[in-house]
């Protein structure tokens, strides 16, 4: 078995089956019902998955079991990429932009970005 990591086609996967689910009716699956409901609907599950990820994490270091922590990771990744794919950017749009900053110093990399 491949290690998913370094397996590009689980973003392509994931980004064309994210791709179908839009123009799918409401009631045929989660992300389909996601989509109809709205972005703001969307970022409300990031937002709800980033803290269950923070309280995994948290309880992970105390347990030192990671298992919560990687499965509300996931749950947290996924809806992101929801959220992108509903602004019509895919996995790989991401995948890119963190090859992009390899060689890069993340406080030169931060200190390079223009004030908004």
């Known amino acids: 078995m491949s290690d998913p990591v370094d397996n590009p086609s689980v973003f392509q996967t994931l ?7 839009k123009n799918a009716a409401a009631d045929s699956s989660y992300v389909a019902s996601l989509y109809h409901k709205g972005l703001n609907k969307i970022l409300e ?3 709800e998955e980033a803290t269950e990820t923070i309280i995994a994490a948290k309880d992970a270091e105390h347990s030192g079991d990671n298992s919560d922590a990687i499965y509300e990771t996931a749950d947290l990744w996924f809806h992101s990429l929801v959220a992108l ?15 992009r900053r390899f060689g890069l110093s993340g406080l030169e990399e931060k200190a390079s970005r223009q004030p908004k």
Do not use: H, I, M
């Open 15 to 21: 980004g064309d089956t994210l791709e179908a689910r």
């Open 45 to 47: 599950k990031v937002g």
């Open 85 to 99: 794919a509903k602004l019509g950017e895919r996995p790989e749009a991401v995948v890119k932009e963190l090859e």
